[in-house]
Structure formats: C-alpha cells, structure tokens
C-alpha cells in the first residue's frame, strides 16, 4: 500500500521531494513471505522515493528493553521510540554551518530539501538509503542524572555510526584505519557520502563547541575523521558534514545528538 501510494505521488508531483520512513520487519517473521514482500515494496520504494530511512523492529526491541527498561514493550512504547528518532532531525533548528545562525524552517529553507541537497543528491538507487542515530535514549527518570558532556556525546555517536551500533552496545574496536579494518582485522568501519549533525540543548552556542563537530566528523586534513568519507563524497555540494545547532532541550534532555547518514 505504501509503495503504491509513493508510487501516485510521484506521478502527480515528479519534482517534489519525498521522502520514506521504512519500517524493517522482525528478522523471525510474523508471515512467510515478508522477506519477498520487503524485497519487492524497497524496490518499487527506491525507483520512486527520493530516499529512504529504514528503521528496524529488532532495533527498536532491544532499545526498549535494553536503555528504557521494558521487557515486554507496548506498541506505544516501540512507536515513540521511532517518532522521536524522526523528531530528532525533522524537529526545527538554526543552520550554524554557514555564517550565521540560519533559521532552518525560513521562507526559502526547509530540512527535506537540505536532506536532498546535502544527502542525496546521486540518482542511483544505491545511495537514497539514510541511516539516523540519536542519543540519550532513556527514560524521563534517567535523564534527570544524565551528565553527559558534548565532546563525549559527539564521540559516542560517531562511532555508533561507523562501527553500525546501537547506543546500548558500542563497538569501540572499530577504527578507521588506512585499510578500513577494525583494530584487530574485524568488523569493516563504515565509510560516508555526507553526513548532517544535529546538537540540541543546554550551551550549545558555547565557543568551546565551535569545532568540535569538524574534528569528529569534518572533512580536516590529516586527522582521522577526514577517512570518514567515501570518494563518493565529492557528489555532495558541501564538504561532508553540515551541523545544526538549537537551544531547546528535547524530550526534557539536557543535551541530545542524532546524525543523519547517508553512508
């Protein structure tokens, strides 16, 4: 149904810009032929989507019993889990990667046309496929006592995003060497076409953080962030990174960073 309806809204609106949140079954399926199904609805999604963002059932478990504390989830539970993940870049900020704070949602900007600009902006089907990390995920009760700093929250989802993890299990192991290998041979570090990071909360216009998002995940020389990159990330128009900044706390943390991917 869904791919059907992208489909119609293609036809009527081809130059618009749309973009599918798709939800990945359960690896142990609910019906045989949901692996066929989910096969044949990307397909048809990808020939008509500008992008897709896949978010995954078994994920979406695990971080409600592992970080909320719920054994048995409620499908409300799992459901907000996945609306805070989109809120987490979708929710309206100040653009702070040109001069200036730019705000996001102004009369000639708006984020699913910075997503595509900045994202993707490469025809092949091959590169519309987004990925979305986002931390703190706790419960109201946790975050009370949460006293995360920035550079460590900022460290912590990049190498959420390279090693493929979830907040709950982090693979430190994996680095970006010259060969693109983890520290011992292992698990292959991901590499990115370009990435938008969103910084959310208390003093976050403080000078301290003004290059803290472009050590850990910029385009500088010489540095290991630089080998975040792919060569693919020359079909990009900016440099690989483009960082959003806003004063509100959200979901009452005082500090929240999600980075959206194409990678």
Sequence with gaps: MGAHLVETMRQDFP?????????WPYSTGEVILQNYNVLLTLASSLEHSTGILPLYNDDILTTCRQLLKENRPSYKTMNTVIAQSLLSFLFPCANTSTKGAIPLYSSNRNILSEIQEHLLTHSSDYFKLLTVKNIPQCSAKVSEFNSDLWEGMVNRIRQMLIANNSEHQINWSV???NDN???HGGQVALKSIGNMLFLRGDGIYDKQLNRLDAHAFGMVPKQESFGMYTSQQ???EATGLRTYRDSIRLFG???NVSVLSNN
Excluded: F, P
């Design 175 to 177: 680095k970006l060497n």
């Design 15 to 23: 130059k618009s810009v749309i973009l599918n949140t798709a939800i």
């Design 253 to 255: 943390h005082e500090k």
């Design 181 to 183: 290998r983890g520290a």
């Design 234 to 236: 020359q079909l990009c």
